[in-house]
């Protein structure tokens, strides 16, 4: 596609819910990212993939959070049993490849508002 | 790890003025600083970047310098347009010239009053 696209762009669950955000990445690009952007927190690294591995899954903040990603393109992150603190933008972002050059563009993100 | 401070929090210009957002970060081997502007719901965008191996790159009214002794890099805009108003972050790679996982700042909040 164009661009990095997420879905849902918004979602309010009821806490204790499990819930899946979806990412499609630019076509072509075999490095994706989530971060996670809390009000006047910045962006949180949560997890990277390259192709469908995951090298680097240390920003997760607790084992609720788990992400896939299959073909090498679309990438999914669940949020099992939603607390209130999850509640934040979602943020996926893909580039080309790893190292300088290789731009990381983001997508428009998915709201979850846990209540 | 890498971790970045950024300031001001927010910011207030004038039109036609200048801005500047200053940021440091904490790894020496970080070599990659790229700049993203995020407009109120929408995604963040990369406006610039610099790499280790210079001290300035400009873009139009846009500039970044990199002091790597000092471990601080700073956004510099010039005759601000309301359109400049925005959410500015800076980020860091923290090692090897792989830009994988970016640092970021938590943000500044630049307001262009015409």
């Known amino acids: 596609g164009a661009g990095v696209s997420q879905s849902p762009s918004n979602k309010v669950t009821e806490k204790g819910k499990d819930v899946e955000l979806r990412c499609d990445p630019i076509s072509g690009h075999t490095a994706l990212y989530w971060y996670r952007q809390s009000l006047g927190q910045g962006l949180e690294f949560l997890i990277y993939f390259q192709g469908n591995s995951a090298p680097d899954k240390s920003g997760l903040p607790s084992d609720r959070f788990s992400a896939e990603r299959t073909g090498g393109s679309v990438s999914t992150l669940t949020i099992q049993r939603t607390q209130q603190e999850d509640s934040a933008v979602y943020l996926c972002?893909?580039?080309?490849?790893?190292?300088?050059?290789?731009?990381?563009?983001f997508g428009e993100g998915s709201w979850l508002t846990v209540v | 790890g890498e971790n970045v401070e950024q300031h001001p929090s927010t910011l207030s210009v004038q039109e036609g003025d200048s801005a500047v957002i200053k940021c440091t970060y904490s790894d020496s081997a970080s070599n990659y600083f790229p700049w993203y502007k995020q407009e109120l719901g929408k995604r963040p965008q990369l406006i610039i970047d610099i790499r280790s191996n210079v001290g300035e790159k400009k873009d139009q009214r846009i500039a970044v310098t990199l002091n790597k002794t000092a471990k601080h890099f700073s956004l510099h805009i010039t005759e601000t347009q309301p359109e400049d108003s925005a959410v500015y972050f800076c980020a860091a790679s923290p090692s090897g010239g792989s830009n994988y996982k970016l640092t970021f700042g938590k943000g500044t909040l630049l307001t262009v009053n015409p």
């Open positions: 972002a893909s580039s080309a490849g790893q190292g300088p050059g290789n731009t990381i563009y």
